[in-house]
């Protein structure tokens, strides 16, 4: 864990201005920045950038948050990930456990190593006319060969020397770039082969595929499991297809190097592969957070459909209801690099937009199985897609499902329920998502929580024993309130409010609440509202004492709930209004 405290520090040193201008291209818009949203397509520009609340928004797509939620969805990496980052650029040592640092120390010469590498295979090509014509031929030309960085092993047992004088260094071997024999003797993994570099979200070398030229086996030579690189969490031309990915919001999943290379060549520029093994959960929890369609794209054959199965598996605890899967299975003779040369990208392009839905290759595939004519195949079909539907993680498209199942078993979707342990859906209606929790216009707690968003330390001055704690935007001022007075949070913004409130109870009502407030506000005029807002919390309070005196008075009051009913009334004022408020 990284410590809150630092996260703090790390965001009152980091200007968000900066941060995004390495990516993004800005323009000054009053106090503000402005540019073309990079997370959607747009011509307009509606991302802005505030300097002042260090916190950027979409008004067009609804992306916002701090400097280190940018690097997160603009790298698609983790929350560590992008702390690391921001730190580094300011000088900042991230205060890991012990044992983080020294794994993050015994990577950092690996890294190097492999980049050393790639630069050596990298000039072996512009030295191969072999190798060049290969990749002419495969219909490659030089501009994709550069971006996806390939290059060529020559074809003799220590090629490496050239690079690595010190041939016996144990890092070689820790790389995966060097083997050695039971005798001792050291040679190359990879002799003859074009080489595709495998870029880890930050761009760092990490391992490498090796295509042989012409005949031979293996033909796809992966680098092994090492201290940089596990098979099962990272995917080839992601670094690459980032950007194609977001302007499509769908990324292509195809099983091989030269796939990926292929598509982006004929303008197709937002497919990923696996590397040598089946889709993992990791890899679809990966690439949801990149667009909300996935398409898995394999052959028709028979090994096509079983690898499209385990990708179905890994898909179902990952999937919600507004990303989807999907798959795509191409004519026998054809890969995806075979296809786009002889059908062309449009036609490509056309099936990958209209896929089998993971609903409809679950049903195929499991009714393929059973029969169900017979009340023993309808059973059996319950029965074999039990363990799907209570792995769906996507609660709406659970339950079209289980109709789905429940149409095709001849029972109806209660029983189905019932049958597979399934929590029965609602029957009623249930309050539209987007509406269920937001607080009404007239509570006070809301109008605080906006103002204390812009001046976090104005909580420190609230009537805490006044504010309703039912409502969740009064928890939300109780817990600013606590963290200014514990020292644990310091004024800086929209962003550190919201990076405070990651993963709490908070962080929803904070970040869409702070959506909507980028635009820069009269401080002064700010804070007369607020000051209005904490009278009228006052005069709430005192009513409502004042009406439970009332009607306790048919009862008799003690003389002094009498002496204070009369103090009440006195002190009882109108409540300020706080129309004409500056937010």
Not at 89 to 107: D, F, I, S, T, Y
Not at 208 to 229: A, D, H, Q
Not at 494 to 503: S, T
């Amino acid at each position: 864990m990284i410590p809150e405290s630092f996260v703090q520090e790390l965001l009152a040193r980091v200007d968000i201005v900066d941060v995004v201008e390495r990516y993004v291209p800005l323009r000054k818009a009053g106090a503000n920045y402005s540019a073309c949203c990079p997370f959607h397509s747009e011509k307009t520009p509606s991302f802005t950038v505030s300097p002042s609340k260090q916190f950027y928004h979409c008004f067009g797509c609804g992306a916002h948050g701090s400097a280190i939620s940018f690097m997160m969805q603009h790298a698609g990496i983790g929350f560590i990930e992008a702390v690391e980052d921001l730190a580094s650029g300011v000088g900042l040592q991230v205060p890991h456990e012990e044992r983080n640092r020294a794994e993050r120390a015994r990577k950092a010469p690996l890294t190097e190593v492999m980049a050393r590498a790639m630069h050596f295979y990298r000039d072996q090509l512009k030295a191969s006319p072999k190798a060049v014509d290969y990749l002419k031929n495969r219909g490659l030309t030089g501009e994709i060969a550069a971006k996806f960085a390939l290059g060529y092993a020559p074809d003799g047992w220590q090629g490496l020397q050239q690079v690595f004088p010190d041939y016996d260094d144990p890092a070689l071997v820790e790389c995966g770039l060097v083997i050695v024999n039971e005798q001792g003797r050291r040679y190359d993994r990879f002799r003859d082969r074009v080489m595709f570099p495998i870029l880890d979200q930050r761009g760092n070398v990490i391992g490498f595929g090796g295509r042989v030229i012409g005949e031979g086996e293996p033909k796809y030579l992966n680098s092994p499991e090492t201290p940089l690189f596990e098979k099962g969490r990272e995917l080839y031309g992601l670094t690459q297809a980032r950007q194609a990915i977001r302007d499509t919001d769908t990324v292509i999943v195809v099983e091989g190097y030269m796939d990926v290379v292929a598509l982006a060549q004929h303008g197709i520029g937002n497919a990923v592969a696996t590397l040598g093994t089946a889709c993992t959960p990791t890899h679809v929890h990966k690439l949801l957070r990149q667009a909300s369609k996935v398409v898995f794209c394999f052959d028709g054959d028979s090994a096509g459909r079983k690898a499209a199965w385990r990708a179905l598996e890994a898909c179902l605890e990952q999937l919600s209801d507004d990303k989807s899967a999907g798959f795509l299975f191409l004519p026998p003779e054809h890969d995806p690099d075979s296809f786009v040369r002889a059908e062309g990208a449009e036609t490509f392009k056309r099936l990958v937009a209209h896929p089998t839905t993971l609903t409809e290759f679950l049903l195929r595939e499991l009714k393929a199985g059973v029969d169900l004519a017979s009340a023993e195949g309808r059973a059996r079909l319950v029965h074999e897609a039990k363990p799907h539907l209570t792995r769906l993680a996507a609660p709406i498209l659970r339950v079209q499902l289980v109709k789905a199942v429940a149409e095709a078993s001849a029972l109806t979707q209660a029983e189905v329920e019932t049958q597979c342990g399934l929590k029965p859906a609602s029957r009623g209606r249930a309050a539209p998502a987007a509406t269920k929790h937001r607080p009404p216009p007239s509570s006070v707690e809301y109008k605080l929580l906006q103002i204390v968003l812009h001046k976090p330390e104005w909580a420190a001055r609230l009537p805490l024993e006044l504010i309703d704690r039912e409502r969740a935007e009064g928890q939300a001022l109780s817990a600013i309130a606590d963290a200014i007075d514990h020292g644990e949070m310091a004024a800086g913004g929209f962003g550190l409010l919201l990076e405070f409130f990651r993963n709490t109870p908070h962080e929803a009502l904070i970040a869409g609440i702070a959506a909507n407030m980028v635009e820069e506000v009269d401080l002064g005029a700010l804070e007369g509202v607020f000051n209005d807002s904490v009278v009228r919390l006052r005069h709430t309070a005192l009513t409502a004492e004042i009406e439970q005196l009332t009607a306790r008075a048919r009862q008799g009051l003690s003389p002094e709930e009498r002496h204070r009913l009369a103090e009440l009334l006195a002190k009882k004022r109108p409540a300020p209004t706080t129309t004409g408020s500056p937010i």
